[in-house]
């Protein structure tokens, strides 16, 4: 499902990340401790980040079998995002956008793609210092190619300009991830986002994750999403936004993208998780493919 579910007062009143994007990181390392090899995605980085208190997997929205499908939809978007930012990266795009970065360890945790790679994460200021002091506290270097890019996205703060200062370049190609971030934003905010990527320069592809209406949920995943929202309104980020993937993929196009597709949480299932004995599959959040050409 969502990023958010059951709120943790402790966490949530914490300094650093969002709740959210400390939640995805701990299902990222449950991933790994609970469920059989092969594991989809494998980070302990972003555990070892949050250091969070020694208690954290008695936490409900940590259990173990109610949030499997959960758990899988944050390995599994987090594995195809990466999948195709290695995949332009074999046709030559070298910049790698992560709109609301949060705790993604992508840049320091595959360090062999990274190198060939310039890596923008985007984030509140905040965010962004905590991510900094707790890497060097762990004595983990920032990679040479990782660029921090603080925006207040509250203030309005225009994120393509803020990335042009921090060195990407607007007139080559790039793959721009936005994972966990549409449902906390209106449907306007949404279509600003849309239009802004679908400027970029041919070749780019943006890969954003997003809600289902209930109605197109299984009832498992249909309560799954009650509960997320109730979480996420708990902690202060409700739900702003959903969408039927066709009507995602129409105003992709409308925007200005050239080719845009649905890749569905059953698509997902068939490529990462077929043939699992431990039935692990995801389910909820989906993700719309679209590029500029």
Known sequence: ????????????????????????????????????????LTDTVG????????????????????????????????????????????????????????????????????????????????????????????????????????VDFEDGDDWLRRLAEAGFAPGRPAVVGSAGVSMYLTPAANQDLLRRVAGLAPGSTLVLTFLPPDDLLGPADREGLRAARRGAAAAGTPFLSSYHPADLVELALDVGFRQARHVSHDELAGRYFAGRPDGLRPGGEEILVATTE
């Open 47 to 150: 555990l070892a980040l949050l250091d969070p208190p020694a208690d954290w997997r008695r936490r409900g929205d940590m259990h173990p079998e109610r949030m499997r499908s959960t758990r899988a939809s944050m390995v599994g978007r987090g594995r195809f995002v990466e999948d195709v930012v290695t995949g332009e990266l074999a046709h030559g795009v070298t910049q790698y956008v992560i709109l609301g970065a949060g705790v993604d360890t992508f840049a320091v945790r595959r360090p062999d793609v990274a190198a060939q790679l310039d890596v923008f994460e985007v984030d509140r200021p905040g965010p962004q210092d905590w991510k900094r002091r707790r890497l060097d506290a762990l004595g983990l270097a920032v990679p040479e190619r990782l660029r921090f890019v603080p």
């Open 1 to 40: 499902m969502s990023d958010a579910v059951a709120v943790d007062p402790a966490l949530d009143a914490a300094p650093g990340p969002e709740p959210t994007a400390a939640r995805v990181a701990l299902w990222r390392a449950l991933h790994v401790e609970l469920d059989a090899p092969p594991h989809v």
